[in-house]
């Protein structure tokens, strides 16, 4: 945080010091760096080590200046990057000063001896601080005759991080993030003099999820990602401003697109939610789209059971046919963009006539439901309550894994001033180790919450009986903040654009009369429907056994929601929109193709609630968002919803606004009974960040350093039944079983842990369920 | 403040072809100035003829000439582009489009980790200024001679790196191919690679 941001934060009046530099005076708050300061004037002191987010290290020299304090001079320039600002301070920069001048010549020349000069095959070149300074601050003519030091190229760091060590300035920005912010000390400054290099830890390969950032900031071509190395050119790319469509965390992105193609993305800036960083999955994980077969045309099923291309009009005009007064649901899934939740939830509506519409492609529950549209769907707390939280609560959900920008906050908080952190996880994760997370086996165990605590809860509660209404005790008695953390990117908003049973947009009650007609006039339409609809689960039932005849499904795996899933749309009228082909496409009636995040415009909201919006990066693409597609679909129903365009639908929503009605009461839901186990382990899991996820097909370099799948169980449990650490074990449920090496670690002796998705271990797939018992033995 | 009048439609040109302008200096020269004209013309017969019957013949171009580029090779047929980009970085024009990609064991196409995997030039925007070929560092990109660069339709003047490739030398090997026995990227950039026998 920097000494302005200090300011802000606390709100106390901070010590104003007033230096020149170069003969301008700037007044700047106490502890400023002398280059900030300088930044304030519009100078620009060359630097490599010195980094706004990261602690000074003064470890390169290049940004030396004149200082004189108190008509005292420094008998030698000083590192600009690690100086604060004094009062009476004169300082003097290389545009003042020749002794500077020559200085920061003279370091850039000792770089310089030291450094291939191979911009020509590196990926930095065109966009390195390195070549910029060497010629605003360089000798013209080298003076160096001598053999420049060689080290063997490229090493890897991880398999998505390669290393030039030649090419290395030993500024440590990467030691030091890695250290600082992601708390992965993997990467070190190794050896001495002429030999110093970053080097690896032989045991622990560099297995961080923000390994990515350490490419991002390196200032020379010394770190590059294994997947650009060689692709392309600065002046290649166009580059826009965008949002990154894989977690909750919302991070500003960056993305670089060659001839409509995504060649990389890179942290956005932007100080309220990601800082400057953001995790390896949000920046690798873009090949998704190239990796399966796109839909690209429309599709139906002929009576020979294949899909067949077809025309757009014959394709609306079947899905029309097969969904008009019908009895349909809609699956949106976790992904879609705020608009098109927002276009699905009004077609449900409109078209459908049905309140059965759910966004949740996952384990979910009525208690949850209402959790949703009473409780979560009013929170306010954002990542600076996190700042200045006295405690932090995770309470269903590992932040490393489920939204690493919010455990970047949380980690920072802690290493800064010793944040307690409670988590209810079964056991100490790696992130919750980096936490110095205190476990707590039950709410109870909770105390001293205030008014500056903060409670995150994430989905994964909702497959634990009566423990959202246990939360919302706690909330209510200690008034302490509580936020609601989903891991997929589109739940915030879906749930704000109503594509869930009890809620219109804005979250106006289905229930409530008043509501409906403040919606019902807004779209110009007679009536909504009056009840409550169906959830996921209950729609999927209904399908099987006939209740619902149709079907409307987005971007949803089936396997995220059960085994069972995909059997149950057998029976019936399925219409996908996809980007892909995939498990419902193969089963579906009619397929008719979206566009994907990077062709088509948008928003996410974040779990703050704060929109993150796109623009589209494939100017000419000819795909459409869902949106559009479900316009049209209304349009040949019949029952027009008139969304014609992401910014039409956009406007719609703002013209809408909240509910400000009365809220409905949360219903509470009373704990489940702890069965008796006997001789079974109760099953816990969470989806690791890198797995097996769809948006993470087709790039290799990221699996490669997704964590191995282990199953985790105590010392006790692993005696009797006579495992070692390491050994396989099988887990079985009635449905089926899997095999995976044993971890031995601190938690219940009736428990075990394993990765929901990862390689060998997809539970839902292999044992049939997320949260029951399983038998465990030997393998 | 005068009125500002509008430009007449023809811009006035009507009214000037109007008007009765005498044309002078008609006067006829006298026979012997035209004779003299006519020995310009006759002289010329006798001097030696500069120009040659193109196609059929074709003058050699004088040194430095700025003609169609080249991608270089080493001596075994390796490839001296590097995919840098540099040259499409300098081309003026923008004529220049190059995809870079790595060479990997079994496919290695020039010495050291990058090589250009997509090489064009597109004689359409081509100025022929050699920019280029001063910004390659590995001496890939060179011109030759050749200017015949006509031809009909767009598509057909934009060059591959197959049409722009260097001819194999005898005893060259088209890549992929492995590096000289004991050789390293430096040596090819050095030039220690001249008596490379592939066979
Ligand atoms: S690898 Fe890059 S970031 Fe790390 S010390 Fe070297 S130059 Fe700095
Ligand atoms: S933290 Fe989340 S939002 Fe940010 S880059 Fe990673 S996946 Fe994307
Ligand atoms: S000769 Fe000039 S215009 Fe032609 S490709 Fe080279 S740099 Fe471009
Ligand atoms: S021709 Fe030369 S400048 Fe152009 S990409 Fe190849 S090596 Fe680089
Ligand atoms: S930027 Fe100041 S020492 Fe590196």
Redesign the pocket.
């Known amino acids: 945080m920097t000494p302005e941001q200090a300011l802000l934060e606390t709100e106390v009046a901070i010590e104003m010091i007033t230096v020149v530099i170069d003969g301008f005076e700037v007044t700047v708050p106490k502890g400023t760096l002398v280059i900030r300061a300088a930044e304030k004037l519009g100078i620009q002191i060359p630097r490599f080590c010195d980094h706004p987010l990261l602690k000074p290290a003064g470890a390169c020299r290049q940004c030396l200046v004149d200082i004189e304090i108190n008509g005292r001079a420094f008998p030698k320039p000083q590192a600009s990057c690690t100086i604060p600002v004094e009062n009476n301070m004169i300082v003097k920069t290389q545009l003042t000063s020749t002794v500077a001048e020559k200085a920061q010549e003279g370091i850039m020349e000792f770089l310089l001896i030291n450094h291939p000069l191979d911009c020509a095959v590196c990926d930095k070149g065109g966009e390195c601080p390195l070549q910029n300074q060497a010629m605003s601050t360089g000798r013209p003519e080298s003076r160096f005759e001598g053999v420049k030091r060689t080290f063997e190229k490229p090493i890897s760091i991880s398999s998505q991080v390669l290393l030039d060590r030649e090419r290395c300035v030993l500024c440590a920005r990467c030691t030091r993030f890695s250290e600082e912010i992601a708390g992965d000390p993997f990467i070190t400054l190794n050896e001495r003099g002429a030999l110093q290099q970053v080097g690896i830890y032989e045991k622990d390969p560099f297995e961080s999820y923000y390994s990515g950032n350490t490419v991002q900031i390196c200032p020379v071509g010394a770190l590059t990602g294994t997947s650009y190395r060689f692709r392309a050119r600065p002046f290649d790319l166009v580059s826009i401003d965008s949002a990154c469509e894989h977690c909750a965390s919302g991070c500003a992105m960056r993305t670089d697109i060659r001839r409509g193609k995504t060649l990389r993305r890179l942290a956005g800036d932007d100080p309220s939610v990601n800082e400057e960083w953001n995790c390896d999955k949000g920046r690798w994980a873009f090949k998704y789209l190239t990796n399966r077969e796109r839909v690209t045309t429309p599709m139906i099923r002929g009576a020979d059971g294949e899909l067949h291309e077809t025309s757009w009009p014959e394709a609306i005009a079947f899905a029309a046919a097969g969904l008009k007064d019908k009895r349909a649901g809609v699956l949106v899934g976790g992904r879609t963009t705020v608009e098109d939740a927002y276009g699905y939830s009004k077609f449900a509506r409109v078209a459908l006539g049905t309140n059965d519409i759910d966004f949740r492609a996952r384990p979910h529950s009525d208690e949850e439901t209402s959790f949703l549209s009473r409780v979560a769907l009013n929170l306010k707390t954002t990542y600076k309550d996190i700042d200045v939280a006295d405690q932090v609560v995770l309470l269903g959900f590992e932040p490393e894994e489920e939204s690493p920008i919010v455990f970047l906050r949380i980690y920072k908080q802690v290493s800064k001033r010793a944040l307690p952190v409670l988590s209810d996880a079964p056991f100490a994760s790696r992130g919750s180790e980096k936490l110095g997370a205190v476990l707590i086996s039950d709410l109870s165990k909770i105390a001293n919450l205030t008014t500056k605590s903060v409670v995150i809860v994430g989905e994964r509660l909702a497959e634990t009986r009566g423990a959202f209404s246990s939360v919302y005790e706690l909330i209510n008695k200690s008034g302490a903040k509580l936020a609601w953390i989903p891991r997929r990117s589109g739940e915030p908003g879906a749930l704000a654009a109503g594509a869930i049973p009890t809620l219109l947009p804005g979250g106006r009650p289905v229930t409530d009369p008043a509501a409906r007609v403040d919606v019902a006039a807004a779209w110009s339409v007679e009536s909504l429907p009056t009840s409550q609809g169906r959830s996921t689960s209950e729609i999927l039932l209904a399908l099987n056994v006939k209740n619902l005849d149709a079907v409307v499904i987005g971007g949803v795996d089936p396997l995220d929601i059960s085994s069972t899933a995909l059997t149950q749309l057998l029976n019936s009228f399925v219409v996908s929109l996809e980007i892909s082909h995939s498990a419902i496409t193969a089963v579906a009636d009619v397929v008719l193709p979206v566009a994907a995040v990077i062709e088509k415009s948008g928003s996410y909201l974040d779990w703050q609630g704060s929109p993150r919006v796109f623009e589209k990066a494939i100017a000419d693409s000819l795909s459409r968002s869902d949106v559009r597609i479900l316009s049209m679909l209304a349009d040949e129903m019949g029952s027009p919803i008139n969304l014609p365009t992401v910014s039409a639908t956009a406007r719609e929503i703002a013209s809408l606004g909240k509910w400000d009605g009365t809220p409905v009461a949360f219903e509470k839901s009373v704990s489940e009974k702890i069965t008796e186990l006997g001789e079974k382990l109760n099953l816990k899991s969470w989806r690791l960040l890198l797995d097996l996820g769809t948006l993470q097909g087709g790039e290799a370099n990221l699996a490669g350093t997704a964590r191995k799948a282990s199953a985790h169980i105590s010392k006790a449990r692993a005696e009797k039944i006579g495992v070692k650490s390491g050994e396989l074990i099988s887990i079985s449920s009635e449905l089926g079983s899997l095999e995976l090496p044993v971890e031995i670690c601190e938690m219940a002796d009736d428990l075990i842990w394993v990765p929901r998705n990862s390689i060998g271990s997809q539970v839902i797939a292999n044992l049939g369920f997320v949260n029951g018992q399983v038998k465990v033995i030997k393998a | 403040m005068t009125e500002l009048t509008p430009r007449p439609d023809d811009l006035g040109l009507t009214a000037a072809a109007k008007a009765n302008v005498p044309i002078e200096n008609q006067n006829a020269k006298s026979f012997f100035a035209q004779l003299q004209g006519f020995w310009v013309t006759f002289t010329t017969m006798f001097k030696k003829v500069t120009t040659v019957e193109y196609p059929e013949v074709k003058e050699p171009m004088a040194e430095g000439f700025?003609g169609r580029?080249q991608l270089n090779r080493y001596d075994d047929g390796l490839e001296k582009c590097i995919g840098c980009e540099l040259?499409a970085w300098?081309?003026?024009?923008d004529?220049?489009l190059v995809e870079g990609e790595s060479n990997t064991e079994d496919a290695r196409y020039s010495p050291g980790e990058r090589y250009g995997k997509v090489y064009q030039?597109n004689y359409l925007?081509?100025?022929?200024?050699?920019?280029?070929?001063e910004a390659c560092p590995t001496r890939a990109l060179t011109m030759t001679n050749e200017y015949e660069l006509a031809d009909d339709s767009r598509s057909k003047l934009i060059f591959e790196k197959e049409d722009l490739l260097a001819p194999l030398r005898s005893g060259a090997l088209k890549p992929p191919h492995p590096m000289a026995e004991g050789k390293t990227h430096i040596d090819y950039y050095r030039g220690d690679i001249t008596d490379i026998k592939n066979d």
């Open positions: 700025h580029h040259c300098a081309c003026p024009a004529a220049i030039i925007r081509c100025i022929f200024c050699g920019l280029c070929v």
